[in-house]
C-alpha cells in the first residue's frame, strides 16, 4: 500500500509526526477541540486522497480519545476514502476482553466493533494486553512488539543485565528482550518455605550485585512494580531499571517506584508521560510499509 497521508489524534501528535517522518509521508493538520459544553468538535485540514493512516491512542482520557478516533475516521471515510489503516499504539479498554462475571460489558468488543463501524479498514496496536483482541475485528489486526525497541534502550544503558519479570504472566516480555540481548532472564516467584512463610524471589538466578532490567507491558498503579523492586532490593540487585511498553502510570505511581528503589524508569511513547523515552515510530512505520 502506498501511504500518502498521516493524521495524529490529539493523544498521539508527536508520535505520529515521527511515523510520518520515517516514511517521508505527509502530516495532515487536524483541529480538534471542544465546544464550552464540552463536545468534540473535529476537522480535518489537509487535502485528503486514498491511502489514510489514522494514528491515536485511546489512553487516558479515554473515552474523548476514542470518541475524536470515531470522529475522524468516520469523516475520512465521508470523504469517499476506502483504505483507513488506524494504527492505535495503546488500546484502552483492552483490559475487559472478556464477561468475568455475570452482566458484565465486554467493554474491549464494543471498542472494536464501533472501531470498526467508524471506518477503519485496517487496525496496528503495540502489545495489546491480550492478542485475542485481535479477533475481536473483522478486519485485519496487527499487534506488533515493541520489546527489540526497549532492547535497544537496555542495550545501550545497562551492562551485563538480568531481565526480571514482575510476575509469571510478564515472562514471555523477559525472554523476549533477553533473547534479543542474550542475557538471562528470570521471574519473581512465590516460594512456600513452610506452612506459614511465604517468600517472593527471582525464581532461578542469583539476583546479588547484578544490574536488573524489570519488564512489563503496562505499568499503571505501580503497583506489581513497586514490589518487584523491593523484592529485588531484598536480594541485593546492585541497579534496577524499570522499563515497559504503555507507561499508563496513574497518579504519583512514578514518585512510588523510584521510591521503592528504582534508579530508571522508562517506556515507549505509545502513551505520552514524563518517562516515553523510546519511541514506536519505526517499529510502526516498518509494520506498514
Ligand atoms: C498485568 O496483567 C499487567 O501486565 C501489569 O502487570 C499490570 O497492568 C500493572 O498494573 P499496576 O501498575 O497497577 O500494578
Same mark, same amino acid.
Not at 1 to 19: D, E, H, P, T, Y
Not at 46 to 65: A, F, I, L, R, W
Not at 80 to 105: D, H, L, M, W
Not at 200 to 225: F, Q, Y
Given at each position: 500500500?502506498?501511504? @500518502? $497521508?498521516?493524521?495524529?489524534?490529539?493523544?498521539?501528535?508527536? @508520535?505520529?509526526?515521527?511515523?510520518?517522518?520515517? $516514511?517521508?509521508?505527509?502530516?495532515?493538520?487536524?483541529?480538534?477541540?471542544?465546544?464550552?459544553?464540552?463536545?468534540?468538535?473535529?476537522?480535518? *485540514?489537509?487535502?485528503?486522497?486514498?491511502?489514510?493512516?489514522? =494514528?491515536?491512542?485511546?489512553?487516558?482520557?479515554?473515552?474523548?480519545?476514542?470518541?475524536?478516533?470515531?470522529?475522524?475516521?468516520?469523516?475520512?471515510?465521508?470523504?469517499?476514502?476506502?483504505?483507513?489503516?488506524?494504527?492505535?499504539?495503546?488500546?484502552?479498554?483492552?483490559?475487559?476482553?472478556?464477561?468475568?462475571?455475570?452482566?458484565?460489558?465486554?467493554?474491549?468488543? =464494543?471498542?472494536?466493533?464501533?472501531?470498526?463501524?467508524?471506518?477503519?479498514?485496517?487496525?496496528?496496536?503495540?502489545?495489546?494486553?491480550?492478542?485475542?483482541?485481535?479477533?475481536?475485528?473483522?478486519?485485519?489486526?496487527?499487534?506488533?512488539?515493541? $520489546?527489540?525497541?526497549?532492547? !535497544?534502550?537496555? *542495550?545501550?544503558?545497562?551492562?551485563?543485565?538480568?531481565?526480571?519479570?514482575?510476575?509469571?504472566?510478564? @515472562?514471555?516480555?523477559?525472554?523476549? #528482550?533477553?533473547?534479543?540481548?542474550?542475557?538471562?532472564?528470570?521471574? @519473581?516467584?512465590?516460594?512456600?518455605?513452610?506452612?506459614?512463610?511465604?517468600?517472593?524471589?527471582?525464581?532461578?538466578?542469583?539476583?546479588?550485585?547484578?544490574?536488573?532490567?524489570?519488564?512489563?507491558?503496562?505499568?499503571?498503579?505501580?503497583?506489581?512494580?513497586?514490589?518487584?523492586?523491593?523484592?529485588?532490593?531484598?536480594?541485593?540487585?546492585?541497579?534496577?531499571? #524499570?522499563?515497559?511498553?504503555?507507561?499508563?502510570? =496513574?497518579?504519583?505511581?512514578?514518585?512510588?517506584?523510584?521510591?521503592?528503589?528504582?534508579?530508571?524508569?522508562?517506556?515507549?511513547?505509545?502513551?505520552?508521560?514524563? =518517562?516515553? !523515552? #523510546?519511541?514506536?515510530?519505526?517499529?510502526?512505520?516498518?509494520?506498514?510499509?
Amino acid at each position: 500500500m502506498v501511504i @500518502l $497521508m498521516i493524521i495524529g489524534g490529539s493523544s498521539s501528535q508527536k @508520535l505520529a509526526a515521527n511515523i510520518a517522518h520515517e $516514511m517521508g509521508d505527509v502530516l495532515c493538520p487536524l483541529e480538534s477541540r471542544k465546544f464550552p459544553d464540552g463536545e468534540r468538535y473535529v476537522r480535518i *485540514k489537509g487535502e485528503v486522497e486514498e491511502g489514510v493512516v489514522v =494514528v491515536q491512542s485511546t489512553g487516558y482520557p479515554q473515552d474523548e480519545n476514542l470518541m475524536e478516533l470515531f470522529l475522524i475516521l468516520k469523516t475520512i471515510r465521508d470523504m469517499g476514502i476506502s483504505n483507513i489503516c488506524t494504527v492505535i499504539p495503546y488500546f484502552g479498554y483492552g483490559r475487559q476482553e472478556k464477561s468475568f462475571n455475570y452482566g458484565e460489558a465486554v467493554s474491549a468488543d =464494543v471498542v472494536c466493533q464501533l472501531i470498526e463501524f467508524a471506518g477503519a479498514s485496517s487496525i496496528y496496536s503495540i502489545n495489546l494486553h491480550e492478542q485475542s483482541i485481535c479477533d475481536l475485528f473483522k478486519i485485519p489486526a496487527y499487534n506488533l512488539s515493541a $520489546m527489540p525497541a526497549i532492547a !535497544n534502550y537496555v *542495550k545501550d544503558n545497562v551492562e551485563d543485565p538480568v531481565i526480571i519479570a514482575p510476575d509469571k504472566g510478564a @515472562l514471555g516480555f523477559a525472554q523476549e #528482550v533477553a533473547s534479543l540481548l542474550n542475557c538471562q532472564c528470570d521471574h @519473581l516467584e512465590k516460594i512456600r518455605l513452610s506452612p506459614e512463610k511465604v517468600e517472593t524471589k527471582p525464581k532461578n538466578l542469583d539476583i546479588e550485585g547484578r544490574d536488573a532490567v524489570i519488564i512489563d507491558d503496562i505499568i499503571s498503579t505501580g503497583g506489581t512494580i513497586v514490589n518487584a523492586c523491593s523484592i529485588l532490593k531484598e536480594h541485593q540487585a546492585s541497579r534496577i531499571v #524499570v522499563s515497559c511498553v504503555h507507561p499508563v502510570l =496513574v497518579g504519583d505511581a512514578l514518585l512510588k517506584i523510584f521510591a521503592a528503589g528504582a534508579d530508571d524508569v522508562v517506556g515507549t511513547d505509545t502513551l505520552k508521560s514524563e =518517562v516515553s !523515552n #523510546v519511541s514506536v515510530a519505526s517499529l510502526v512505520a516498518d509494520a506498514l510499509k
